[in-house]
C-alpha cells in the first residue's frame, strides 16, 4: 500500500519569498506523483505531476517540485510567491498498478500575506 | 477544457434522510470517482469506476453506496445520514490513460451537512 505525508500542515509566508512544500510517500512499487491546488471554495486542479524521466518538473504559476527516489520525496517549490498563491497543496500518489487510484496527503495551507 | 459539475453545492439535511449527489462529466472519461475531504485528512476515496455499472470500494465506502447507469453520470448515495458524515464530497474523473497514470479532473464540491 501507499501513503502519503505532508510535513507541514500550515505555512505562512510573506509575499516575494521563497516557499517549499514538503511531501514525503511510501510505496512498494513505483509510483507517479503529483501536487494539486485548491483555492477557497473550488475543487482540485493539477499543478504538476511526474511520471517519469527528468525528476525536476515544473508545472503551472511558476511552481516546479523535485523527485528524490532515495529519500522518497517530492518537495514543492516556488522561488517567489504571491498573495494570489495562497491555498491549500495536496500531494498525492499513484502506484503504476493500482489503475489511476490517488493517495492523498493531509495537505498544506499556504497563507501568503502582504 | 473538462468540466465536471457536481449539482450541489452545499446541502443540508436531517440525520435518517436518504442522501443523493450528483455528479456529471463532460468529457466521455471512463474512469469516475468520490472523495471525501475533512480537515487534517485530506483527501480519502471512498468509491470509484472504471465502466458504466461498474464500482469498486475504495478506502472509506462504509455508509455509502453509488450509482452508474450512464458513463457521463456518477453518483453518491448515503442510504442514512448520520452527522458524522458531514464533509465535503469531491467527484473526480479520468480517462483510460489519466485512470493509468491518476490525473484527474475535479467538480467544485459538495459541501453537506448532516443535522
Known amino acids: 500500500a501507499q501513503s502519503v505525508t505532508q510535513l507541514d500542515s500550515q505555512v505562512p509566508v510573506f509575499e516575494e519569498a521563497p516557499v517549499e512544500l514538503r511531501c514525503n510517500y511510501s510505496?512498494?512499487?513505483?509510483?507517479?506523483l503529483f501536487w494539486y491546488v485548491q483555492y477557497p471554495n473550488q475543487g482540485l486542479q493539477l499543478l504538476l505531476k511526474?511520471?517519469?524521466?527528468?525528476?525536476l518538473v515544473k508545472g503551472i504559476n511558476g511552481f516546479e517540485a523535485e523527485f528524490n527516489k532515495s529519500q522518497t520525496s517530492f518537495h514543492l517549490r516556488k522561488p517567489s510567491v504571491h498573495i494570489s498563491d495562497t491555498a491549500e497543496y495536496f500531494c498525492?500518489?499513484?502506484?503504476?498498478?493500482?489503475?489511476?487510484?490517488?493517495?492523498f496527503g493531509q495537505g498544506t495551507e499556504l497563507s501568503v500575506k502582504p | 477544457d473538462v468540466k465536471v459539475t457536481q449539482s450541489s453545492r452545499y446541502l443540508v439535511k436531517r440525520t435518517g434522510e436518504k442522501v443523493f449527489l450528483e455528479c456529471v462529466q463532460d468529457m466521455d472519461h471512463e474512469n469516475m470517482f468520490w472523495y471525501r475531504q475533512d480537515p487534517g485528512l485530506g483527501l480519502r476515496l471512498i468509491y470509484f469506476?472504471?465502466?458504466?455499472?461498474?464500482?469498486e470500494k475504495g478506502d472509506i465506502p462504509e455508509g455509502y453506496s453509488v450509482s452508474r447507469e450512464k458513463k457521463e453520470r456518477f453518483s453518491l448515495i448515503l442510504e442514512s445520514a448520520s452527522t458524522n458524515q458531514t464533509s465535503m464530497y469531491l467527484c473526480?474523473?479520468?480517462?483510460?490513460?489519466?485512470?493509468?497514470?491518476?490525473?484527474?479532473?475535479f467538480g467544485e464540491g459538495s459541501r453537506l451537512t448532516v443535522l
Open positions: 511526474y511520471l517519469s524521466g527528468s525528476t
Open positions: 498525492a500518489v499513484s502506484a503504476y498498478n493500482q489503475g489511476g487510484k490517488l493517495i
Open positions: 510505496s512498494s512499487v513505483s509510483v507517479y
Open positions: 473526480a474523473s479520468s480517462s483510460r490513460t489519466g485512470g493509468i497514470t491518476g490525473e484527474l479532473f
Open positions: 469506476s472504471y465502466d458504466v455499472k461498474m464500482k
